[in-house]
């Protein structure tokens, strides 16, 4: 059984005067109201960079791989970054709407929705890297073990590669489960206020009948909770498979233990990064300051500084271990490719330093935690660096390899490469502003289940619960009636 | 699908709502169901209502995903095209466990969302009947079916005298149909007489 009744120590999760009405009133409008010139302007930009986007990695599919600028020993470079990257992303939004939910932190209410959208798309932004980077993109669905007529030839299962495949389509169609099951009772809240016909029948297709009945919250509730436990270790299992692409390989700098907790942490990290932008956006385009709180972005900054200070322990280890394990070609990736500031690419290790694990210990300070405009600047610091971290990861291990005489020249992008990446910017602001204009960006019911437990004018009704001797508050909150 | 007659009483306020369930309950009437536009916790139980087995079929497609995993795959890889890596076991159990946990991860999942709609009656494009528009937005609407024996005009003052803020008797569809939201004033939705 929950508790009815929330400490005074707590802060309010929702600010102001608030009834049930009010509180569909005010997500709700940004939806019904037309779109600022501000979001037109946003979602214009973004259809460019996506067409950029689209028109670069047509060039790659008709030309090749060769339109990029990768080389003898460079065979994953900004592709592969960007993969990885996106992944990482993509991870907060499930663990904010599951391990939160299991651990019944009620401040993941204002922001799960957000962050759960955000997660779908960066990992739709995320897949077109590997697929795009099989160079002959129409056999894509050979990655899939079906009978065939090739033998029939299956796919590798001892393959990291193909976990990948497993694990990110895996996570793509849960986390898509999870958040639009999520959605169907706020559609249905949304349908029974719109006012024109179009919009009554859109979101009554979305919303697929939903009424509220009792025992449908019921296996609903049910349904979350359990989806909610299949996805904290999914989210977990997901950036272990993809640090498991480096680590079973025997490439310097890669092939370490400590990589699946060390992927884990950042994409935690980069992800809470990438919620910051995002709400600190929304919460004041839509007017939803009530809701999205200095309270929410306080706790997330201080996941930002437990899990930069993780990464900043494991870049730690890797550099004592690649002395400590007298391993030359470890030795030589950890100290002369990385921490040597003026081999080629040691700026990109110095830079990655400085954004992930010296510039986020300023949250350890509650002002900072609270100031909006130091979060937001961190919170492109920290994805700045943490894709820092996977070129640093997978260039530096790759430009000198075994042979000397195959040692690469000095890899830069090409403007192709560069435009795919532009590309999957564009296609995640697309797919967010639509979002944003078309989705209630706050999860309504879930806002109204905490409102009176946790509203700040519901609060004071407490005070007398505080009050209370211990033996007369147990026998009337404690336990189930 | 038959037309059926309904009493309605509608609560702006969860602790107004929870006596009048009992208060209803105890003269003997049978609660159809109450629409709220959240989850109320405790309420599925002061209904009556015994716990959903949703999870239990979660775990059922969960195992099945695992099975199907490990047959499949030690299948193909020990009898249908047995590939030598370096000499190693055919049978590699440990490095199908990512894929068998995937795996049973998306049965999981999928079967229950799947198992919950069929339960739920819920799809695109079903539509069902909506005792009152605000039960997605701020207020609990009990529904009491009537039966021959039932006097709806008592029932209603029963209601109103624990709180309900608006009371009604309405005819309507009892199941669902195909059907948009676009057109509320069909024939299915009457309200008879306050």
Redesign the interface.
């Known amino acids: 059984?929950?508790l009815k009744y929330e400490s005074q120590l707590r802060e309010p999760l929702v600010y102001g005067n608030k009834?049930?009405?009010q509180v569909?009133e005010d997500i709700v409008r940004p939806i019904e109201a037309k779109p600022s010139r501000l979001w037109y302007i946003g979602f214009f930009i973004a259809v460019a960079l996506l067409s950029f986007g689209a028109y670069s990695v047509y060039r790659e599919v008709t030309y090749g791989i060769g339109q990029w600028n990768l080389n003898k020993t460079i065979g994953w470079g900004w592709d592969i970054t960007n993969f990885v990257w996106w992944v990482g992303i993509g991870h907060a939004g499930t663990l904010i709407s599951a391990v939160l939910l299991l651990f019944r932190q009620g401040w993941r209410t204002g922001v799960n929705r957000a962050a759960e959208a955000m997660t779908i798309f960066a990992v739709m932004c995320a897949g077109q890297f590997p697929i795009f980077h099989m160079g002959r993109v129409w056999m894509a669905f050979f990655v899939m073990?079906y009978p065939n007529s090739r033998?029939?030839?299956?796919v590798?299962?001892?393959s990291?590669l193909?976990?990948d495949v497993?694990?990110i389509s895996?996570y793509f169609?849960?986390s898509l489960?999870?958040w639009y099951?999520g959605l169907?009772?706020d559609f249905?809240?949304v349908?029974?206020?719109?006012f024109t016909?179009?919009r009554?029948?859109l979101?009554?297709?979305?919303s697929?009948?939903?009424?509220?009945?009792?025992?449908?919250?019921?296996?609903?509730?049910?349904?979350s909770?359990?989806?909610a436990g299949?996805?904290t270790?999914?989210v977990l299992?997901v950036h272990t498979?993809v640090s498991?692409d480096f680590a079973t390989s025997v490439i310097p700098g890669w092939h370490t233990t400590i990589f699946p907790p060390y992927f884990v942490a950042g994409a935690i990290f980069s992800g809470f990064a990438m919620v910051q932008t995002l709400l600190l956006i929304v919460r004041k385009v839509f007017g939803l300051t009530d809701y999205i709180t200095i309270g929410h972005i306080d706790l997330m900054n201080k996941v930002i500084v437990l899990t930069g200070s993780i990464v900043g322990i494991a870049y730690l280890t890797e550099l004592f271990m690649g002395w400590y394990s007298q391993n030359k070609y470890e030795g030589y990736t950890f100290w002369y490719s990385r921490a040597y500031l003026f081999s080629p690419y040691g700026w990109s290790y110095w830079g990655m330093m400085a954004c992930n694990v010296l510039s986020p210990q300023i949250f350890w300070s509650k002002k900072m935690r609270r100031n909006v405009f130091v979060t937001f600047f961190m919170s492109i610091i920290v994805n700045i660096g943490m894709w820092f971290e996977r070129f640093v990861i997978i260039v530096t291990s790759l430009y000198r390899d075994y042979l000397p005489s195959s040692w690469s020249v000095y890899y830069s992008p090409s403007i192709w490469e560069i435009g795919f990446y532009l590309g999957t910017f564009g296609l995640f602001f697309t797919c967010f502003f639509l979002f944003a204009k078309y989705f209630p960006v706050i999860a309504?019911?879930?806002i109204?289940?905490v409102l009176?437990r946790s509203g700040e004018s519901y609060k004071p009704e407490f005070d007398a619960i505080e009050a209370q001797p211990l033996e007369s508050f147990v026998h009337d909150h404690a336990h189930?009636? | 699908m038959a037309q059926k007659k309904f009493v309605v009483g509608c609560f702006d306020d969860e602790k107004v709502l929870f006596p009048a369930v009992k208060q209803v309950r105890t003269a003997g009437y049978k609660i159809k169901d109450v629409y709220t536009p959240f989850p109320v916790h405790g309420l599925d139980h002061a209904l009556g209502m015994r716990e959903t087995s949703l999870h239990t079929a979660g775990f059922i497609y969960g195992i099945t995903g695992t099975t199907t995993a490990i047959s499949c795959i030690s299948w193909i890889f020990t009898k249908d095209w047995p590939l030598n890596i370096g000499g190693k076991p055919h049978f590699a159990l440990p490095a199908w466990i990512p894929i068998i946990f995937e795996l049973t991860v998306l049965f999981a999942a999928v079967g229950m969302v799947m198992t919950f709609m069929w339960l739920c009656q819920m799809a695109p494009g079903v539509k069902k009947h909506h005792f009152h528009k605000r039960a997605t937005d701020d207020l609990f609407v009990m529904v009491i079916e009537c039966t021959e024996k039932t006097n709806a005009e008592d029932l209603k003052a029963l209601l109103a005298s624990n709180g309900a803020v608006e009371t009604d008797i309405q005819v309507a569809e009892d199941g669902w149909w195909f059907g948009t939201y676009d057109n509320d004033d069909d024939n299915l939705y009457k309200q008879v007489a306050h």
């Open positions: 059984m929950h009834t049930y009405a569909t073990p033998g029939p030839l299956w590798n299962f001892n990291p193909l976990w497993f694990a895996t169609t849960v489960l999870f099951s169907l009772p249905a809240t349908r029974d206020r719109a016909k179009l009554k029948k979101y009554g297709i979305a697929f009948g939903w009424t509220g009945s009792t025992k449908h919250w019921q296996r609903h509730e049910s349904l909770l359990v989806l299949l996805s270790p999914l299992s498979i498991f309504v019911a879930e109204k289940y009176k189930a009636h």
